[in-house]
């Protein structure tokens, strides 16, 4: 578990300011995921990446902007935070024939 | 679109009793479905998996059945223990690697009672 890490793991923002939330993993998994985590809706996927460069959409991506320039990090940035992405965001990681591994996570509140 | 619905919300049991929760999956292309067990506050854990080319899987006091016609997966846990009691989420892919996105169950929550 130690693999994978999120900073900041709190985060208290305003409406309309950016932030960027950072995930990095130590395995050099090819695929690396974002969820956000709701009361009654359980984990959505925001976005993913499926090596360097390359990211694709996932069930909730507006608001969200990702990039993957190296392997090991994901960030992911909200460009101008509401307060319906008040969230607690996970990183998620895996490797071929294996599990996605999750971050601790970063609980996020925009007031 | 593709959807994963997941029964009970929560699920009260006596210790030492089993605990089965039920999903049902909707894209018939899924063929891979791990559960997560979230204890409060902390990550997901993955606790068990399942491949479309086998009907059930188990490890200890976990199990997993797959019916693929139906397009339901279950979670069997026996002998329960206070320390099971956690949300659990079930999740469905296309990847048979488990590395295609997981479309995810709203949760179980389950109290194990001493």
């Known amino acids: 578990d130690a693999g994978i890490t999120q900073s900041p793991r709190y985060k208290i923002t305003e409406t309309g300011r950016q932030v960027t939330l950072m995930c990095h993993q130590t395995w050099s998994h090819s695929y690396m995921f974002w969820y956000r985590q709701d009361l009654g809706h359980g984990l959505r996927l925001i976005y993913y990446?499926?090596?360097?460069?390359?990211?694709d959409k996932g069930e909730v991506p507006d608001g969200y902007v990702v990039s993957r320039s190296k392997t090991e990090n994901f960030p992911l940035t909200l460009e101008s935070a509401t307060r319906s992405q008040t969230s607690v965001y996970f990183c998620?990681?895996?490797?071929?024939?294996?599990?996605?591994?999750f971050g601790p996570g970063t609980r996020l509140t925009v007031t | 679109g593709e959807n994963v619905e997941q029964h009970p919300s929560t699920l009260s049991v006596q210790e030492g009793d089993s605990a089965v929760i039920k999903c049902t999956y909707s894209?018939?292309?899924?063929?891979?479905f791990p559960w997560y067990k979230q204890e409060l506050g902390k990550r997901p854990q993955l606790i068990i998996d399942i491949r479309s080319n086998v009907g059930e899987k188990k490890d200890q006091r976990i199990a997993v059945t797959l019916n693929k016609t139906a397009k339901h997966f279950s979670l069997h846990i026996t002998e329960t223990q206070p320390e099971d009691s956690a949300v659990y989420f079930c999740a469905a892919s296309k990847g048979a690697s488990g590395t295609y996105k997981y479309i995810f169950g709203t949760g179980t929550r389950l109290k194990v009672l001493a």
């Open positions: 894209d018939s292309a899924s063929n891979y």
């Open positions: 990446s499926a090596a360097a460069d390359i990211t």
């Open positions: 998620a990681s895996s490797e071929s024939r294996k599990g996605q591994y």
